[in-house]
C-alpha cells in the first residue's frame, strides 16, 4: 500500500485505540508492525498482522461509521490512507480487490473453524 499511494504513517503505543465505534470512517489502515485487534458489535475479535488491512469494509459497504474499536496489542507502525486514495488505488490496482476478497475469505474461514462465525 505504502509503496503505491501517499499514506499517513502513525506510531501507535500498546492499548491505544486506532479508531472507536461511532468514530468517522474515512480512512482505511494497513499494519506495517505489529498487531491491530478489531472488535466488531457482536464481541467477535480479529486480530490484524505486517501487511493486512483493515477498516475498508467500513469505508466501502457502510454509512461512514465504524462500527468497530481498533486497538494496538503490541506497539504499532500503520499506514492511513483516506478513502479517496484507497478508491483510486482500488482502481489503478485491481488485483488489490482480489487480495481484499481473499483476505475476508480466509477471515470467515477462520471464524467458520473457531465457532464465532454467525450466520
Known amino acids: 500500500m505504502a509503496a503505491h499511494a ?3 504513517v502513525v506510531t ?3 492499548g491505544a485505540k486506532v479508531y472507536g465505534v461511532g468514530a468517522p470512517a474515512d480512512s ?3 499494519v506495517r508492525r505489529g498487531i491491530v485487534e478489531v472488535q466488531g ?3 467477535e475479535r480479529l486480530s490484524y498482522r505486517p501487511g493486512e488491512m483493515f477498516s ?3 469505508i466501502v459497504w457502510g454509512d461512514g461509521i465504524h462500527r468497530s474499536d481498533a ?3 503490541t506497539p504499532v507502525e500503520i ?3 483516506d478513502r479517496l486514495g484507497f478508491l483510486n488505488l482500488l482502481h489503478n490496482h485491481p488485483t488489490l480487490a482480489v487480495q481484499l476478497i481473499g483476505q475476508q475469505h480466509q477471515r470467515l474461514r477462520e471464524q467458520r473453524t473457531s465457532g464465532t462465525c454467525c450466520y
Do not use: F, H, M, V
Open 56 to 58: 475498508y469494509q467500513d
Open 28 to 30: 482505511i489502515y494497513g
Open 12 to 14: 501507535l503505543p500498546t
Open 41 to 43: 458489535p457482536s464481541g
Open 79 to 81: 499506514l492511513r490512507l
Open 6 to 8: 501517499d499514506c499517513e
Open 71 to 73: 486497538l494496538a496489542r
